[in-house]
Structures are given as structure tokens and as C-alpha cells.
């Protein structure tokens, strides 16, 4: 019997043995299986997450940020051990004892599941293997991913630490609100750093891996206490907080960002503009946009934010200026239905969810709540209700007529019903005394349908300083200054001097303003100037002086197209320019960005100069990839200077014309300003050169100017080009919207004289004929040009060039004193007609400083 029993039990025994090996030799089999192909988990070491990129101001100031997936990077040794605490016990609370995965834990779940039949079915995942998943494998919930996630997790423990693989977690995982990792969170859901965290904020965001939706602090704010509290209490058992933190942190409310208890970050950073958005679409193109989005960059703009903000103020108060003109009132579109009006609570919550521009400096939109018999009661965002409530007066309103639906306009308004319907989304702004800043009344102000662009660049460096591309980023992204290609009129004949001078001709040069006729691919083009009229043998520097195009085709073709062209290529006005003579006249399309620059070259003296918005860029590790400043600085590496020397600064910058070219056609220019189209809109306390540009029917308005050390440049025009109206200049609505930026530049930069190069020497002519004048001659009439020695320059009449065009027999040399003729006058044409020109420009032949 006994030895039946023991056979028995050795036979048990012996199939036991054998299923427990047949089954060891099966896993093994399944796990060396799998086990192959395997992704290579020692690349963890060199993990390189996508981190945000942001961009700084020169002084260090935080402007801006850019990120596919939200993420700040934080090294296991910055990452405080509360928060390490909160995560260890809500995911793993065995992490640092186990090799990767949890038998006790796998139990444990197997265990739960068989009691509840399957319908209580938890992961049994450690730390390390959610990293493998994260990281090496897909999230397929499958046994195949799970056997490959155990075989992973206790390889790479043999390869990391335990803090790298924490690390790797804590900064890869994804907890909401487009935020990835520990530190983006901290900032996202309560606008602090991680160091920063209270108890039972880490608790709060440890509980977001399992479902970070389902655990919203709002609309799911009962879930996500629940399971705060559950991280707590894991935490206090673990020995991780006491029993004070645990209660005090028990009883906390749960306030985050997302609740309004808390601002939001992207509260502390200005609104973005164009200025940010040209970076990132610049660099984007340059570094490629996986690496601007995801590359951690560290980016130094060169944008200077007081000078950005008075760029704007200038030019929306120049575009505003031109709306308000026009009388026309189109508001917002934008309405709130009327059942949304009720209690305060109810319109303010309406209104805060309307899109309309909010960065604009001084305005707020508000809704119309009431109208009365001649005034309109508003509701203001962000500025609490008064007593009797904010109110637009009738006064405000007379201004403007109303567009219709049919694109006609209404009667002129005489009180606010005429403009304004209950429901109306508008925006306002306070009106105050200039005296004393008091608050006179609200005023309603709406977004101008015209649009433009302003820059301002360092004409030394090329560091953009100030770049606005409309008047508002948030009703239009579309950047004008850089994106939108228009005619630059007139703002282009200096390109034409330039070539000029650098090619032989003088100041002095007299040029025949005399009416001309060209055969166009079978049509005759008879380019006007502005005035419609014609003024005979003129200097150059008066053709520039008062804009004339006749005097800029003559000198165009005297010196040739190809040449011109050529010049404008290498200024980079243009990629290829097409050698038509109306180009003369700024016929072809370019940016304001690419204009501005080239004015730079004019005032630095002729040095090629690239515009830029970036200083510096620097990678992850703080490696700079990118520097725009090539120059040398030959005594910076030494220790200490001799009292009053300054370090010197060595350019190796291609020189794009001549010294003395740049310098006179910069004298040249100065004349616009002092008395020429730009005198009475530019007025500024230091030497200031520019050139005015107005296109065919004034569709394009331009300036572009200098001083010695900052150039600018603005041009407005509707998106799809149409006549501005009559009046319509550049000198007129550009010329004071440089005037007012430079005024504030120049007191921060300051300007002088302009550097005068060597090799030339002063001689007075007379601006109006060109004769040669005494050394001691004055009066208005005198301007002592500059001229490149060893040159005997031909003074007055002998130095008349007609360009290959006949002139007219009956025009006299331009005299001294003469302005623009008030009547007409009969000429004779290059084919031998009479024609009579009048007093004033056609617009629908050419404009101020025009086109054709």
C-alpha cells in the first residue's frame, strides 16, 4: 500500500515536474520569441524629447513660445522628490524596489479580475513599463505588447538608473491640456514651476496619466478630487507626506488655471504678433519645421518692445486716420442674440467668447445693451459697470454713415441707433483731455478696411527693431510688411539715381522734364508726371527732389534698363527685374521688407546689410547654431583698452555701391524731406532722408527714410488694390506715420550728421539750373553738392541729357523759385503734336510721385 502511494505520488510529482518544465521550456520559447527584433532600448540614453522653442527679447524677457507638443524639459535633479512622491505612489509605488515589473502587483490584478468576473480590469504596469510603451511600443492593449514590454522593462533597468528611467517618464508623459511631462503641467494647470507645488497639486497632476480628460478640473471636477484624494492618501501611507500635510492638503480646494483661480501663462507674455510669427515662419523655413516646433530653441530677437509698440500706435493711428475719413461705418459684423443679454454675468460671458481683436493698445470690445433716444448704453469688457452705465453719445456717432447689407450707405447718423442695434459686438476706446488725461467719454472705434505695413531696421547691424504687418495680428496674420508684394511708385527712383551716379552722371547733371512717348508691344505709353504738366531742362536733384517720372524714364534710358535692373538685384529690391522702362517707375512688385533694406545701404554709406529678427539662435544644450553678426571685434579679447578707445569692430560686408554715390544720393534725399514731397509731413530733430511713393491712382502710398543710424519704412493700401482717392500720397498718410515712430526712435538712438566719405569735395551749384556758385553764395536756392575728386563735373546746360527721346521746343530750363505751375500750358510731343497739359493730375493717369 505504501508503495502504491508513493508510486502514485512520485507519478504526480514526475507529471508536475515535467508540465512545469514543458511550461518553463514554453515561455522561454515565447519570450525568446518576441525577444527578437526588438527595438534597441539603449537609444534611451540619448533621448531628445520635443520641447518648446521660445523666443526672447534683447533684454531677456520671455515674448513668445512655439511647440507641436507642449513640453519644458526638466532634469531628474530639478525635479523636486514631492512630485517624484505623487507620481511613485499613484502609478508605482514599488518602483524603486522592483527590476522593472511587478509580480505582486500582476497578482494583485489578476486576482481582482477573476473575483469580479472581468469587470474589474486594472494594468499591472510599473513605471519602467509604461516608459517601454511610451517610448518603444504601441499602446495596443494585447498580450504579444505586454510580453515585449516585460522583456524591455527589465533590460533597460540594467541600462539606466532608476531616477534616468523616472526622468524619462515624468517628462514624456501626456497630462492634458496639450501638455507633455511634469513641467509643462505645473504651468499649465496652476501657472507655477515644479518646485512651486503644493501636496496636493503634485497629487493633482499624478492622477492625470490614467485619463487626463477624465479628471478635467472642471467639467469633471468631482472625479478628479476623488481621485487628488486617492493620491494623497497613497502618498501619507507611503510614508511620503505626514499627517498635518496629508489633512491640510485633503481639505484644499482644487484650484487650477482652467477654474479662473489662477492666470494663465500665456497671460504673462504680450499678445503674439507679427513680429513673433515672421521668426517663426523664417526659421521654420530655414531650420526646418520639426526642429522649430520640437527643437527646444532658444531664440534672441532683435525686436526692441518699446520701439514695437510705437510702430504700432503709428501705424494704425496713420490707418485709422484714413478710415475715419472716409465716414464709413462697418463695425465688427459680430452679434450676441439678445437672450444672451440679460444679467451682467450672462453678457460678460457671452462677450468673452466672441472673436474679435483684443490687441489692439486702449480698445475693448463691448456689446450694445440698450439704445435710448440719442445714445446707446455698452457693456465693456474688463472694465466694471458704472452707476448709470457706459454710454456712446450721439456726438460720437456724426461722423460716419452706415454700410448696408447691399454695400450702399445709409443716412448720415445723428444719434447712435443710426449705427448701432442692440446685440452689436463693437469696439471702444476712453477719449481724455490732453491736459490732464481725464476721462471725457467712450468712443466707439472700428478695425480700418485699409491696410499696411511698417518696419524699422538698425541701417549698421540689419537688426529689425520694430516690424508691423496691419492693424491688428488677430484680425489679420497675413504680414504686409514681408508677405505682400506691391508697387513701390516712386519709393523706387532712388534705385534709378543710384544707378545714375554710380555710372558717371553729377548732381549737377541737368535732365529734359519734357513729354515723351514710348512704343509698348504696339501700344504708345506716354508716362505724365504727377502734376500733368512738364518743366523743361531740370537738375537731378531736383527730379528727385519733386518726384518727377519723366526726368526718372530719360535718365533710364540714357543709362539702360539692363543696368538699372542689375542695381536693383544687387540692393535684393528684386530676385529679377525685368528691364521694361515703366519699372523706372516702380512698376514691379516688391515688399516693404526688401525696401527697406535697401534704403539701409544709402545711409550706412553703400555696405550691403541683411535684414534680420534674429540675433542668436541656440539648440537644447545651448550651442549656438545661428548668429547674425559676423563682424570681428579685434580688441574684445583683450584685457583692458586705453582710456577713450573704443574696441574696433572689423566688417568684411560686400561694399553695393560706391561711397560717394551713397553719400549724394543721400544729400539728394535729405532734399525731400527739407522741401521736397515729404516737407510737410516729416519733421524730425535730427538729418532725416527719404522718398515718398504713390502709385497709379494712388492704389499704393509709401515712405521709406533714414537717419543716420535707423531706417523705416511704411506703405498702406487695400489687400485687393483700388484707388485710395483723390488726395491720396505718400508724403500724405506714410510721411506721418514714420514722423511719428522716428520722433520716439530718435530720442532713444539718437542721429547726426551724415558721415561724409573721403575722396570728394563740396561745390555750390544752384538746385534750380545747376550753374556752378561762388564758394560764398546763399540763399535757398544754393546747395553745396558733393563731387568725387579728380572729376571736373559740366555745370548747368552743357551737362543736359534727353535720354534718346525728343523734347519739347518751347520749354524753358527749370527757373529759380518756380513751384508747380497753376495753368496749363501747350508743348509739342516727340512726334511733332501739339498738346495742352493742365494744372492738375488725372488719377486716372498717374498720381503724386507716381507710377506712370
Known amino acids: 500500500m505504501i508503495r502504491f502511494i508513493l508510486s502514485f505520488f512520485g507519478s504526480v510529482f514526475s507529471l508536475i515536474t515535467s508540465g ?62 514631492l512630485v517624484k512622491a505623487a507620481f511613485i505612489s499613484a502609478e508605482d509605488k514599488n518602483f524603486y524596489v522592483h527590476k522593472g515589473y511587478d509580480p505582486r ?136 507626506i505626514d499627517q498635518a500635510n496629508y489633512d491640510a492638503a485633503l481639505d484644499a480646494p482644487l484650484l487650477t488655471v482652467q477654474n479662473g483661480d489662477y492666470p494663465a501663462f500665456r497671460e504673462s507674455l504680450p499678445p503674439r504678433d507679427y513680429f513673433t510669427d515672421e521668426i517663426r515662419r523664417q526659421l521654420s523655413r530655414d531650420f526646418g519645421e520639426g526642429e522649430f516646433f520640437g527643437g527646444g530653441l532658444t531664440i534672441r530677437a532683435t525686436i526692441e518692445p518699446e520701439m514695437q509698440t510705437v510702430a504700432a500706435k503709428a501705424l494704425r493711428s496713420g490707418l485709422e486716420k484714413y478710415d475715419r475719413g472716409r465716414g464709413v461705418w462697418r463695425g465688427t459684423g459680430v452679434t450676441i442674440p439678445t437672450d444672451q443679454l440679460g444679467a451682467e454675468e450672462n453678457w460678460r460671458a457671452a462677450l468673452r467668447g466672441v472673436k474679435v481683436s483684443r490687441d489692439i493698445e486702449g480698445w475693448y470690445p463691448a456689446v450694445v445693451l440698450e439704445l435710448g433716444n440719442s445714445s446707446a448704453r455698452i457693456g465693456i469688457e474688463s472694465v466694471a459697470e458704472d452707476e448709470d452705465g457706459h454710454w456712446i453719445p450721439a456726438k460720437d456717432v456724426t461722423w460716419a454713415r452706415k454700410q448696408l447689407e447691399d454695400g450702399k450707405l445709409g443716412k448720415k447718423a445723428t444719434k ?214 559676423t563682424r570681428s571685434c579685434t580688441d574684445c579679447e583683450l584685457a583692458s583698452l586705453e582710456p577713450g578707445k573704443s574696441p574696433e569692430i572689423v566688417s568684411n560686408r560686400e561694399r553695393v555701391i560706391n561711397a560717394i554715390t551713397a553719400y549724394q544720393l543721400t544729400s539728394m534725399m535729405r532734399g525731400v524731406v527739407d522741401r521736397g514731397t515729404a516737407s510737410g509731413s516729416v519733421n524730425l530733430p535730427v538729418p532725416t532722408a527719404g522718398k515718398t511713393g504713390t502709385t497709379n491712382d494712388a492704389k499704393d502710398v509709401w515712405f521709406v527714410g533714414f537717419t543716420s543710424n535707423i531706417v523705416a519704412g511704411c506703405y498702406i493700401g487695400y489687400d485687393v488694390p483700388r484707388s485710395l482717392g483723390r488726395g491720396a500720397s505718400g508724403g500724405g498718410m506714410c510721411g506721418p506715420v514714420f514722423d511719428a515712430f522716428m520722433e520716439e526712435a530718435t530720442k532713444k538712438y539718437g542721429g547726426g550728421k551724415f558721415k561724409v566719405p573721403p575722396g570728394g569735395r563740396f561745390i555750390k551749384i544752384d538746385r534750380f539750373s545747376g550753374a556752378r556758385l561762388p564758394n560764398d553764395a546763399s540763399g535757398d536756392f544754393v546747395v553745396a553738392e558733393y563731387f568725387r575728386d579728380g572729376e571736373e563735373p559740366i555745370f548747368g546746360i552743357g551737362a543736359m541729357i534727353d535720354g534718346g527721346f525728343a523734347m519739347g521746343s518751347n520749354l524753358p530750363l527749370f527757373g529759380r523759385g518756380e513751384g508747380e505751375p497753376a495753368t496749363g500750358s501747350e508743348v509739342t510731343t516727340a512726334t511733332g503734336r501739339k498738346a495742352t497739359v493742365g494744372p492738375k493730375a488725372s488719377f486716372g493717369s498717374v498720381s503724386s510721385g507716381g507710377l506712370y
Do not use: C
Request: charged letters at 25%.
Open 416 to 629: 447712435a441707433s443710426d449705427l448701432l442695434a442692440v446685440g452689436d459686438v463693437v469696439h471702444v476706446r476712453q477719449m481724455t483731455k490732453d491736459s490732464d488725461g481725464s476721462f471725457i467719454r467712450w468712443t466707439l472705434r472700428q478695425v480700418p478696411e485699409v491696410q499696411g505695413g511698417f518696419m524699422a531696421m538698425d541701417v549698421n547691424t540689419g537688426r529689425v527693431i520694430a516690424m508691423q504687418g496691419g492693424f491688428s495680428y488677430q484680425e489679420s496674420v497675413f504680414n504686409r510688411a514681408t508677405q505682400a508684394t506691391r508697387q513701390p511708385g516712386s519709393s523706387f527712383k532712388p534705385l534709378v539715381y543710384a544707378t545714375a551716379l554710380d555710372s558717371g552722371f553729377s548732381p549737377a547733371t541737368i535732365v529734359i522734364d519734357a513729354p515723351i512717348e514710348i512704343d509698348s508691344g504696339g501700344k504708345i505709353w506716354r508716362p505724365k508726371n504727377a502734376s500733368n504738366k512738364f518743366y523743361g531742362p531740370t537738375p537731378l536733384r531736383t527730379g528727385i527732389e519733386r518726384s518727377r517720372n519723366l526726368m526718372t524714364v530719360r535718365l533710364a534710358q540714357e543709362i539702360g534698363m539692363d543696368t538699372v535692373a542689375r542695381y536693383a538685384e544687387r540692393f535684393g529690391v528684386y530676385d529679377r527685374m525685368e528691364p521694361f522702362l515703366a519699372n523706372s517707375l516702380g512698376s514691379q512688385e516688391t515688399t516693404l521688407f526688401r525696401m527697406v533694406a535697401s534704403y539701409a545701404m544709402f545711409a550706412n554709406g553703400g555696405e550691403r546689410v541683411e535684414p534680420t529678427l534674429v540675433d542668436r539662435v541656440q539648440d537644447r544644450w545651448g550651442t549656438t547654431i545661428y548668429r547674425h553678426d
Open 20 to 81: 512545469l518544465v514543458v511550461a518553463a521550456l514554453m515561455v522561454g520559447a515565447i519570450f525568446w520569441m518576441y525577444a527578437r527584433d526588438l527595438p534597441n532600448h539603449e537609444e534611451l540614453a540619448n533621448y531628445a524629447p520635443k520641447t518648446i522653442s521660445r523666443i526672447y527679447s534683447g533684454e531677456g524677457r520671455l515674448i513668445d513660445e512655439f511647440a507641436e507638443e507642449r513640453r519644458l524639459f526638466a532634469p531628474s535633479d530639478e525635479i523636486p522628490d
Open 105 to 240: 502587483g500582476m497578482a494583485s490584478a489578476f486576482v481582482d479580475a477573476v473575483q469580479s468576473r472581468g469587470q474589474n480590469l486594472r494594468g499591472a504596469s510599473t513605471i519602467t513599463q509604461q516608459v517601454m510603451k511610451n517610448f518603444l511600443l504601441s499602446g495596443d492593449r494585447t498580450g504579444e505588447r505586454k510580453i515585449k514590454e516585460l522583456i524591455l522593462a527589465s533590460r533597460i533597468e540594467k541600462t539606466l538608473s532608476k531616477d534616468q528611467i523616472l526622468e524619462l517618464y515624468l517628462n514624456e508623459i501626456f497630462l492634458g491640456q496639450n501638455s507633455y511631462g511634469v513641467a509643462a503641467a505645473a504651468q499649465t494647470y496652476f501657472n507655477k514651476t515644479l518646485s512651486e507645488l503644493a501636496p496636493q497639486e503634485a497629487a493633482y497632476l499624478a492622477a492625470l496619466p490614467k485619463a487626463p480628460s477624465t479628471y478635467h478640473p472642471v467639467r469633471e471636477a468631482e472625479r478628479a478630487l476623488s481621485r487628488r484624494n486617492f493620491v494623497l492618501r497613497e502618498m501619507f501611507e507611503n510614508g511620503f
